[in-house]
Nanobody
Framework: VQLQAYGGGLVQAGGSLRLSCTAS????????MGWFRQYPGKEREFVAT????????YYTDSVKGRFTISRDNAKNTVYLQMNSLKPEDTAVYFC?????????????????WGQGTLVTVSS
């Protein structure tokens, strides 16, 4: 399974970005997908996850009400709509495929990872 993430960039605080991540190879839409982010020198942290059919989503508290995860199984793509961005959202964002139909917040639940896309929010 290969994951290609894109959509990162530079945005002012309060602005919006939409990240996309397309899977290819031996990808199954029966698996949950998620987004994580990593600050320099820190461990990768959970942002959001979506179940295989999009029926269940889960967010870390700091992004609730601002970020929305969605997926289009016909396109093998997961999205992360990020609104009301803050400077503390600046990080490299990674998409991932979970081992199961419903994912959680632990990185160990995910076995395929994209290459990361940088999001920079200026104040």
């Amino acid at each position: 399974v290969q994951l290609q993430a894109y959509g990162g960039g530079l945005v002012q605080a309060g602005g919006s970005l939409r990240l996309s991540c397309t899977a290819s190879g031996r990808f199954s839409s029966n698996n949950a997908m998620g987004w994580f982010r990593q600050y320099p020198g820190k461990e990768r942290e959970f942002v959001a996850t979506i179940s295989w059919n999009g029926g269940r989503t889960y967010y870390t508290d700091s992004v609730k009400g601002r970020f929305t995860i969605s997926r289009d199984n016909a396109k093998n793509t997961v999205y992360l709509q990020m609104n009301s961005l803050k400077p503390e959202d600046t990080a490299v964002y990674f998409c991932a495929v979970a081992r199961r139909a419903i994912g959680g917040s632990a990185s160990t639940e995910y076995n395929y990872w994209g290459q990361g896309t940088l999001v920079t929010v200026s104040s």
